[in-house]
């Protein structure tokens, strides 16, 4: 079933394919954001606004429908990926100084990893948050963390509710992107530099298993990724691809900038935010996406 999207972004011209029932045909995507530098790392509130990162900015953005956009947070480390949890508090991934810190909602910052047997984290880069209190990240080494390394290894990692750290993954290529399928029991995490996602079980104790390569020989660098209430997952890469959870291509869309990540949001979570470069992307869609928290 092919059905035209029409779009009003810049001067791009987009179709979206679509496998699963969602009348598209007068969806637009709208730009929120621009003048941004390198834009990463969209998180939904449930207080009703977006954050993200403006990386080389050092700086967290902060989007309030209806009021547009402001500064949320300076001098963030290099913040990268960030996600909230039930509690309405934030976890950041730390791309310069290689810590994941959880922020409350008074403003109280906690540093839950920095160091893996004594030596720092590469570069947290994304990160989730299960409905159980589980959380993993993903620690790959891009750009001038590479030089400055003291881990032999790129690693996923999990910190249980009692905060133990452990690593649940050493992937040969470096892991970005990572997500929950809606029932928690299935891991995603996409591979830049194999240009896959790799899927994994999840057991009640947060432990993974099970490593298997879902999507493979993805158009471009596989980044953020995110997962819909029907278990299909949106990858960003050369543009924003969309999968079944059985890892069959369903639909693509393609963007005058291309995209870094993406997030569910706005009070029924059927709006996707998108980060693109130097702009934050707004498509409204009938379907919803997953939620743990």
């Known amino acids: ?45 449930r207080d009703g606004f977006l954050l993200f990162s403006d990386i080389p900015s050092n700086r967290i953005m902060k989007f309030t429908p209806g009021e547009g956009v402001s500064v949320y947070r300076e001098n963030t480390n290099g913040t990268n990926g960030s996600v909230f949890d039930d509690k309405g508090r934030l976890y950041s991934c730390e791309s310069r100084t290689g810590r994941v810190i959880r922020t409350d909602k008074k403003g109280k910052v906690e540093v839950l990893a920095e160091k893996w047997e004594g030596k720092r ?3 947290p880069n994304d990160i989730i948050v299960s409905k159980n209190g589980h959380v993993y990240f993903t620690d790959p080494a891009f750009g ?5 390394r003291q881990l032999d ?3 996923v990692y999990l910190i249980s509710p009692k905060g133990e750290l452990s690593v649940i993954a050493k992937p ?25 996602i790799r899927a ?14 879902l999507i493979s020989n993805i158009a471009g660098v596989p980044d ?14 050369s543009g924003l691809i ?25 009070a029924d979570f059927q709006t996707l935010f998108v980060t693109a470069r130097t702009s934050v992307l707004r498509i409204r869609l009938d379907v919803k996406g997953a939620v743990h928290h």
């Not at 001038?144 to 400055?148: E, L």
């Not at 994994?200 to 390569?213: F, L, P, Q």
């Not at 969309?242 to 706005?266: C, H, M, R, W």
């Open 242 to 266: 969309i999968y079944s959870a059985e890892g069959k291509q369903v639909g693509s869309l393609t963007l005058a900038e291309t995209p870094s990540n993406l997030a569910f949001g706005d």
């Open 224 to 237: 953020g990724i995110k997962v819909d209430e029907k278990g299909n997952i949106y990858v960003t890469a």
């Open 1 to 45: 079933m092919l059905r035209t999207l029409i779009a009003a972004f810049l001067s791009c011209c987009t179709a979206w394919s679509l496998a699963f029932s969602q009348d598209l045909t007068n969806v637009s995507v709208e730009r929120v954001a621009t003048a941004m530098k390198f834009t990463e790392g969209p998180v939904w509130s």
């Open 144 to 148: 001038d963390q590479a030089d400055r």
């Open 121 to 123: 984290l590469n570069g």
């Open 172 to 196: 040969t290529g470096r892991p970005n992107g990572i997500a929950l399928s809606p029932t928690g029991k299935v891991l995603y995490i996409a591979n830049s530099d194999d240009r896959n």
């Open 200 to 213: 994994y079980d999840v057991d009640k104790t947060g432990a993974i298993s099970n490593e298997r390569v």
């Open 153 to 155: 290894f790129y690693g």
